[in-house]
């Protein structure tokens, strides 16, 4: 079994930065690709910035310049630092990870989401 919690989320203003976290725990034997999606109310879910293994980073074009994807493998943790937030990133954020566990079987995990709120 395996757990991604997140943290970080809340209101901030517009033109305002945020710092999302996401821990990864259980039985992790590594863990391949990260990332980071978000789904705003009524829109579909979208991705917004992946990270490999590696440290291969990849942004959806409306987050480009200012949104920067970042991991520490030594803690399973994956973060996405925003700045000069826009109200039009309002969404739940939910991280993914694609783990392989302890039997060495490789499976996909997704955390409870965090609420980001850009607004004044």
């Known amino acids: 079994q395996v757990q991604l919690v997140e943290s970080g989320g809340g209101l901030v203003q517009p033109g305002g930065s945020l710092r999302l976290s996401c821990a990864a725990s259980?039985?992790?034997?590594?863990?391949?690709?990260m990332g980071w999606y978000r789904q705003a109310p009524g829109k579909q879910r979208e991705l917004v910035a992946p990270i490999t293994s590696s440290g291969s980073t990849n942004y959806a074009d409306s987050v480009k310049a200012r949104f920067t994807i970042s991991r520490d493998n030594a803690k399973n943790t994956v973060y996405l630092e925003m700045n000069s937030l826009k109200p039009e990133d309002t969404a739940v954020y939910y991280c993914?990870?694609?783990?392989?566990?302890?039997?060495?079987?490789?499976?996909?995990?997704w955390g409870q989401g965090t609420q980001v709120t850009v607004a004044s």
């Open positions: 993914n990870a694609e783990v392989v566990v302890t039997t060495g079987r490789v499976y996909a995990y």
């Open positions: 259980g039985s992790i034997f590594s863990i391949r690709s």
